[in-house]
Protein backbone atom coordinates (compact mmCIF):
# COMPACT_ATOMS: atom_id res chain seq x y z
CA UNK A 1 0.00 0.00 0.00
CA UNK A 2 1.40 3.48 -0.90
CA UNK A 3 1.93 5.75 1.67
CA UNK A 4 0.63 9.29 1.50
CA UNK A 5 1.47 12.78 3.10
CA UNK A 6 -1.11 13.87 5.58
CA UNK A 7 -0.46 17.17 3.64
CA UNK A 8 -2.43 17.14 0.43
CA UNK A 9 -1.92 20.41 -0.62
CA UNK A 10 -0.74 20.50 -4.42
CA UNK A 11 2.92 22.47 -4.29
CA UNK A 12 2.15 25.44 -6.33
CA UNK A 13 -0.78 26.11 -3.77
CA UNK A 14 1.68 26.18 -0.52
CA UNK A 15 3.41 29.46 0.26
CA UNK A 16 6.67 29.71 -0.19
CA UNK A 17 8.94 30.15 3.25
CA UNK A 18 8.95 33.58 4.82
CA UNK A 19 13.20 34.75 5.32
CA UNK A 20 13.64 34.51 9.60
CA UNK A 21 14.54 37.80 10.57
CA UNK A 22 16.43 38.63 13.56
CA UNK A 23 13.63 40.72 16.10
CA UNK A 24 16.62 43.15 16.83
CA UNK A 25 16.22 46.67 19.18
CA UNK A 26 14.99 49.23 16.67
CA UNK A 27 13.63 47.04 13.94
CA UNK A 28 10.48 48.37 12.34
CA UNK A 29 7.59 46.28 11.48
CA UNK A 30 3.63 45.86 10.72
CA UNK A 31 1.47 42.92 12.39
CA UNK A 32 -0.57 42.41 8.69
CA UNK A 33 -3.74 41.43 11.25
CA UNK A 34 -4.00 44.30 13.34
CA UNK A 35 -2.12 46.99 11.40
CA UNK A 36 0.16 47.83 14.33
CA UNK A 37 3.26 49.32 13.02
CA UNK A 38 6.20 49.51 15.53
CA UNK A 39 9.74 49.63 16.52
CA UNK A 40 11.00 46.17 18.06
CA UNK A 41 12.01 47.62 21.86
CA UNK A 42 12.29 44.00 23.47
CA UNK A 43 11.95 40.31 22.06
CA UNK A 44 11.57 37.13 24.88
CA UNK A 45 10.61 33.75 24.51
CA UNK A 46 7.64 33.27 22.13
CA UNK A 47 6.98 37.30 22.23
CA UNK A 48 8.08 40.19 20.63
CA UNK A 49 7.23 44.08 21.63
CA UNK A 50 6.47 46.83 19.54
CA UNK A 51 6.59 50.76 19.92
CA UNK A 52 4.60 52.64 17.45
CA UNK A 53 5.32 56.68 17.22
CA UNK A 54 3.35 57.38 19.29
CA UNK A 55 5.13 55.08 22.03
CA UNK A 56 2.09 52.77 22.31
CA UNK A 57 2.85 49.01 23.04
CA UNK A 58 1.70 46.24 21.91
CA UNK A 59 3.06 42.63 22.66
CA UNK A 60 2.70 40.11 19.77
CA UNK A 61 3.24 36.08 19.20
CA UNK A 62 6.62 35.00 17.49
CA UNK A 63 4.83 32.93 15.22
CA UNK A 64 5.55 32.30 11.05
CA UNK A 65 5.25 34.38 8.59
CA UNK A 66 3.77 36.96 11.52
CA UNK A 67 4.95 39.92 10.24
CA UNK A 68 6.01 42.56 7.20
CA UNK A 69 8.79 44.16 6.81
CA UNK A 70 9.08 46.85 4.44
CA UNK A 71 5.97 45.19 2.48
CA UNK A 72 7.80 41.74 2.44
CA UNK A 73 6.27 38.90 4.59
CA UNK A 74 9.12 37.97 7.04
CA UNK A 75 9.11 35.14 10.65
CA UNK A 76 10.52 37.68 13.17
CA UNK A 77 13.18 35.00 15.43
CA UNK A 78 14.57 35.91 18.85
CA UNK A 79 18.18 37.52 18.37
CA UNK A 80 21.16 35.33 19.06
CA UNK A 81 22.84 35.94 22.00
CA UNK A 82 26.01 38.24 21.94
CA UNK A 83 29.07 36.17 22.51
CA UNK A 84 30.82 36.80 25.96
CA UNK A 85 33.36 39.41 25.58
CA UNK A 86 36.64 37.83 26.57
CA UNK A 87 38.98 41.14 28.29
CA UNK A 88 41.76 42.09 26.60
CA UNK A 89 45.42 41.28 27.53
CA UNK A 90 48.74 43.28 27.61
CA UNK A 91 51.64 42.93 25.67
CA UNK A 92 52.85 40.95 28.59
CA UNK A 93 49.47 39.22 28.67
CA UNK A 94 48.06 40.76 32.18
CA UNK A 95 44.05 41.16 31.92
CA UNK A 96 44.23 45.06 30.46
CA UNK A 97 42.16 47.19 32.13
CA UNK A 98 40.08 49.14 29.79
CA UNK A 99 40.01 53.77 30.06
CA UNK A 100 42.66 53.07 32.88
CA UNK A 101 44.44 56.47 33.46
CA UNK A 102 48.21 56.14 34.16
CA UNK A 103 48.77 56.14 37.95
CA UNK A 104 50.21 59.04 39.93
CA UNK A 105 53.93 57.84 39.89
CA UNK A 106 55.20 55.86 42.78
CA UNK A 107 58.25 57.24 44.51
CA UNK A 108 59.86 53.48 43.71
CA UNK A 109 61.80 53.18 40.74
CA UNK A 110 63.19 49.97 38.69
CA UNK A 111 66.29 50.51 37.11
CA UNK A 112 67.94 49.09 33.69
CA UNK A 113 71.04 48.86 32.48
CA UNK A 114 70.21 50.57 29.23
CA UNK A 115 68.29 52.54 26.88
CA UNK A 116 68.00 49.34 24.82
CA UNK A 117 66.14 47.61 28.16
CA UNK A 118 63.78 50.46 28.86
CA UNK A 119 62.43 50.15 25.53
CA UNK A 120 62.24 46.53 25.32
CA UNK A 121 60.65 46.71 28.96
CA UNK A 122 58.48 50.05 27.86
CA UNK A 123 57.17 47.80 24.74
CA UNK A 124 56.13 44.60 26.75
CA UNK A 125 55.31 46.17 29.82
CA UNK A 126 54.60 49.60 29.36
CA UNK A 127 50.84 49.55 29.96
CA UNK A 128 51.01 47.30 33.37
CA UNK A 129 53.95 49.78 34.71
CA UNK A 130 51.73 52.87 33.84
CA UNK A 131 48.85 51.32 35.57
CA UNK A 132 50.91 50.58 38.65
CA UNK A 133 52.38 53.87 38.44
CA UNK A 134 55.92 52.62 38.16
CA UNK A 135 58.92 54.82 36.21
CA UNK A 136 61.54 52.63 34.79
CA UNK A 137 65.18 54.65 34.23
CA UNK A 138 68.04 53.60 32.90
CA UNK A 139 71.87 53.47 33.79
CA UNK A 140 74.76 53.76 31.80
CA UNK A 141 76.57 50.38 32.91
CA UNK A 142 76.69 49.28 36.81
CA UNK A 143 79.78 49.83 38.09
CA UNK A 144 79.03 52.59 40.11
CA UNK A 145 75.57 50.47 41.17
CA UNK A 146 76.59 50.41 45.11
CA UNK A 147 76.95 54.45 45.26
CA UNK A 148 73.60 54.45 42.90
CA UNK A 149 71.25 52.57 45.29
CA UNK A 150 73.07 54.37 48.36
CA UNK A 151 71.93 57.61 46.78
CA UNK A 152 68.44 56.40 46.35
CA UNK A 153 68.13 55.60 49.13
CA UNK A 154 65.72 52.57 49.40
CA UNK A 155 62.82 52.58 51.90
CA UNK A 156 59.55 50.44 52.43
CA UNK A 157 57.63 53.97 50.61
CA UNK A 158 60.52 53.54 47.82
CA UNK A 159 61.65 50.68 46.80
CA UNK A 160 64.32 49.94 44.69
CA UNK A 161 64.35 47.19 41.17
CA UNK A 162 67.24 46.58 39.67
CA UNK A 163 67.80 44.83 36.44
CA UNK A 164 71.10 43.42 35.54
CA UNK A 165 72.54 41.69 32.36
CA UNK A 166 74.61 39.07 32.44
CA UNK A 167 74.57 38.14 35.99
CA UNK A 168 76.13 35.10 36.28
CA UNK A 169 78.36 33.92 39.28
CA UNK A 170 81.80 34.98 39.13
CA UNK A 171 81.38 37.71 36.58
CA UNK A 172 82.12 41.61 37.42
CA UNK A 173 78.21 42.08 37.62
CA UNK A 174 77.99 39.62 40.12
CA UNK A 175 80.41 40.76 42.13
CA UNK A 176 79.36 44.72 41.97
CA UNK A 177 75.28 43.61 43.09
CA UNK A 178 77.19 41.28 45.85
CA UNK A 179 77.45 44.75 47.04
CA UNK A 180 74.08 45.87 47.98
CA UNK A 181 72.75 45.38 50.79
CA UNK A 182 69.54 47.06 51.03
CA UNK A 183 66.31 45.30 51.89
CA UNK A 184 64.61 47.23 49.97
CA UNK A 185 66.19 47.02 46.58
CA UNK A 186 66.36 43.80 44.93
CA UNK A 187 68.90 43.41 42.20
CA UNK A 188 68.22 40.54 39.65
CA UNK A 189 69.35 39.85 36.39
CA UNK A 190 68.97 37.23 33.28
CA UNK A 191 72.17 35.86 31.98
CA UNK A 192 72.59 37.10 28.56
CA UNK A 193 75.53 39.10 27.30
CA UNK A 194 73.51 41.89 26.14
CA UNK A 195 68.89 42.30 26.44
CA UNK A 196 69.31 41.84 22.81
CA UNK A 197 69.61 37.91 23.65
CA UNK A 198 66.59 37.61 25.37
CA UNK A 199 64.70 38.31 22.46
CA UNK A 200 64.03 34.81 21.21
CA UNK A 201 65.90 33.91 17.97
CA UNK A 202 62.90 32.32 16.12
CA UNK A 203 61.00 36.35 16.62
CA UNK A 204 64.03 37.15 14.11
CA UNK A 205 63.61 34.27 12.17
CA UNK A 206 67.22 33.36 12.61
CA UNK A 207 68.49 30.16 14.16
CA UNK A 208 70.66 31.27 17.13
CA UNK A 209 72.51 34.17 18.85
CA UNK A 210 76.20 34.21 17.29
CA UNK A 211 79.16 33.51 19.13
CA UNK A 212 81.18 36.60 19.30
CA UNK A 213 84.82 36.25 20.02
CA UNK A 214 86.11 37.91 23.97
CA UNK A 215 87.61 41.27 22.87
CA UNK A 216 84.72 42.12 20.07
CA UNK A 217 82.10 44.63 20.84
CA UNK A 218 79.14 41.93 21.09
CA UNK A 219 76.80 43.61 19.25
CA UNK A 220 78.75 44.76 16.21
CA UNK A 221 79.82 41.06 16.45
CA UNK A 222 76.58 40.12 16.00
CA UNK A 223 75.71 42.38 13.45
CA UNK A 224 78.96 40.75 11.14
CA UNK A 225 77.69 37.46 11.92
CA UNK A 226 74.32 37.92 10.73
CA UNK A 227 75.22 39.55 8.07
CA UNK A 228 73.39 42.92 8.93
CA UNK A 229 74.72 46.10 8.19
CA UNK A 230 77.06 46.89 11.11
CA UNK A 231 74.95 49.98 12.68
CA UNK A 232 73.52 48.75 15.84
CA UNK A 233 71.05 50.94 16.92
CA UNK A 234 69.33 50.25 13.21
CA UNK A 235 69.46 46.56 13.86
CA UNK A 236 68.09 47.24 17.76
CA UNK A 237 65.04 48.85 16.13
CA UNK A 238 64.16 46.24 13.61
CA UNK A 239 64.66 43.66 16.64
CA UNK A 240 62.32 45.93 18.57
CA UNK A 241 60.40 46.08 16.02
CA UNK A 242 59.42 42.31 15.76
CA UNK A 243 59.07 42.04 19.17
CA UNK A 244 54.89 41.74 19.60
CA UNK A 245 54.24 40.44 23.20
CA UNK A 246 56.34 38.39 26.36
CA UNK A 247 55.70 35.52 23.72
CA UNK A 248 58.90 36.76 21.39
CA UNK A 249 61.03 37.11 24.99
CA UNK A 250 62.98 34.37 26.82
CA UNK A 251 61.22 33.21 30.16
CA UNK A 252 64.47 34.39 32.13
CA UNK A 253 63.95 37.74 31.18
CA UNK A 254 60.05 37.22 31.89
CA UNK A 255 60.82 36.75 35.50
CA UNK A 256 62.99 38.93 36.52
CA UNK A 257 60.98 41.68 35.54
CA UNK A 258 57.51 40.30 36.73
CA UNK A 259 59.79 40.45 40.05
CA UNK A 260 60.50 43.75 40.11
CA UNK A 261 57.25 44.80 39.55
CA UNK A 262 55.83 43.16 42.12
CA UNK A 263 59.07 44.55 44.86
CA UNK A 264 58.45 47.66 43.76
CA UNK A 265 54.50 47.65 44.15
CA UNK A 266 54.44 46.18 47.57
CA UNK A 267 51.88 47.57 50.12
Known sequence: MRQYSPDLTPPWKKPAPAPEVPAEPGLVVEEPGSGFCGAVIRCEA???????????HRVFPLQPRGFLLEGRVVTLVRPAPAAPVRPGRTASGSVA???????????????????HDAELVEKVWGDDLRVEGVVVEYLEGVDDLP??????????????????DHLVPGTKEWRITEAVTSEHALVVGHPYVDIWQAVKPATLGIPAWPVV????????????ALGWPENTGAAWQAILGRVRSYKDLEPELLGCVERLIDHVTVP
Do not use: N
Open 97 to 115: VPGARARVARAGRIYVEGR
Open 213 to 224: PRGQDWKTGVCR
Open 147 to 164: AIVESFAPGPDARLGVLV
Open 46 to 56: GTVTLEDRFGK
